[in-house]
């Protein structure tokens, strides 16, 4: 019998030569795990994690069970791990934590090279902030384009770009909302595992309703190309989770990983770092520096400042990155023990470049997303022209509409 792996790489190469429903045929005659075939060509009927095997562990001495922050893990009478998916956050912990291996992460690549050979609706790409670098220092904005059109996506955006936005959003909310010493924000943007631990501590009435980026992305090239596809390539697993949560599962269709990606690239014979440039980029460095930790607190600060400099009271930030970090700093906020107003959470160390499916060292990470943001045209998205004009084509007039407008970058939080 095929393990898990192997079954996929082979049903990979098989939807890369448009030939999945042939290759599909010739296993139903083969033994094949049908729950693993079942997880890879309908991934959204399953838990995010799930059990390739049964665990050895005894209950006691499960370090998958223990590890998992939202009690998610529990064990089925065979030994297997079962994953409750509404209360899975998908941050990837218990994949790290098993010891044996035996638990594997959901694959939404063949839904996606699926809908890339129907050819019946265009397929965009969405990645993170936190890409540049990973697929090697050849590969710059322009090559991974090319690359992702090589694959038969019709274009690639950054998400970079709608980070931009939400950061004007967030700086509006902040001078809507901090009118005294007392008063603090919590950033909403962009993680989902600071999201799910400041929900779970009941925290949320001081988070504003913003969308995250890729949401964000996602909604808006649906309003500019209403029949599109959308999939978000970036390090996190947990955005997985997010993109099926009931109010905003009209924005994404699926979520890919570098890991992922790559895999598809090598497969398909595809050398990124070897093709011609296909650039065309316009997020400011606000919108590049979130993809590491403390970056959103930097981007908001610099906006704040920009929008509103008369403002007496500034913007005062604290963060932390990794979720013994969150939980301790959620608690000093529980406690009452804060004097910062902007407070920022990251549930990876070193941030979203510290994600449990990046392809290079954190901290060489985090050095390329610095110098990219360096390299932008514009510090901040308050003198970002591109902003402006994208804005205009959502429907939004001004900078101020992002808080009187309850559209596409905005969200209503349930504690």
């Not at 090598?266 to 650039?279: C, F, H, R, T, W």
């Not at 604290?318 to 969150?326: E, L, M, S, Y």
Request: aromatic share 6%.
């Amino acid at each position: 019998m095929q393990s898990f792996k192997e079954l996929y790489i082979a049903l990979t190469k098989a939807a890369l030569q448009n030939k999945l429903e042939e290759a599909i045929e010739k296993l139903e005659n083969e033994d094949i795990n049908t729950h693993h075939l079942s997880c890879l060509l309908h991934p959204e009927e399953h838990a995010p994690i799930f059990s390739t095997s049964p665990c050895e562990c005894d209950d006691e001495d499960c370090n998958c069970q223990k590890s998992c922050l939202f009690n998610a893990l529990s064990k089925n009478e065979k030994g297997e791990v079962i994953v409750d998916p509404n209360a899975c956050q998908f941050c990837g912990v218990c994949l790290d934590a098993c010891r044996a291996k035996k638990l594997t992460d959901a694959k939404q690549t063949l839904p996606v090279l699926a809908e890339i050979q129907r050819k019946e609706r265009p397929v965009y790409a969405m990645i993170a902030p936190a890409f540049i670098g990973q697929f090697s220092h050849d590969v710059t904005p322009g090559k991974l384009r090319a690359a992702f059109k090589c694959l038969g996506f019709a274009g690639m955006l950054e998400v970079a770009l709608f980070a931009d936005i939400l950061t004007l959003k967030e700086a509006l909310e902040f001078d809507k909302a901090v009118k005294t010493e007392k008063d603090y924000l919590l950033t909403s943007c962009c993680c989902p595992i600071w999201l799910a631990m400041c929900r779970k501590a009941g925290l949320m009435d001081h988070i504003p309703g913003s969308v995250s980026p890729m949401v964000a992305c996602g909604r808006s090239i649906k309003r500019l190309h209403p029949d599109a596809i959308t999939v978000f390539i970036g390090p996190c697993m947990a955005k997985k989770a997010e993109a099926k949560e009931e109010d905003i599962k009209d924005a994404v269709d699926h979520v890919l990983t570098f890991q992922e990606i790559q895999d598809v690239f090598e497969l398909a014979d595809i050398n990124p770092a070897l093709l011609n440039e296909d650039d065309r980029e316009h997020s400011s460095t606000a919108g590049r520096i979130y993809a590491y930790a403390g970056g959103v607190s930097q981007a908001v600060k610099g906006c704040l400042e920009k929008l509103r400099p008369a403002r007496s009271l500034p913007l005062k930030a604290t963060c932390a990155d990794g979720v013994p970090a969150c939980r301790e700093l959620i608690d000093r906020v529980l406690a009452g023990d804060i004097t910062a107003n902007f407070l920022e959470g990251m549930g990876c160390v070193g941030g979203c470049v510290g994600g449990p499916k990046i392809l290079i060292d954190t901290e060489e990470g985090k050095e390329h997303v610095k110098e990219y943001g360096k390299e932008a045209l514009y510090d901040s998205p308050a003198e970002n022209p591109y902003v402006v004009e994208l804005l205009h084509r959502l429907g939004y007039p001004t900078i101020e509409s992002l808080l009187t407008q309850d559209d596409i970058f905005a969200r209503h939080f349930k504690s």
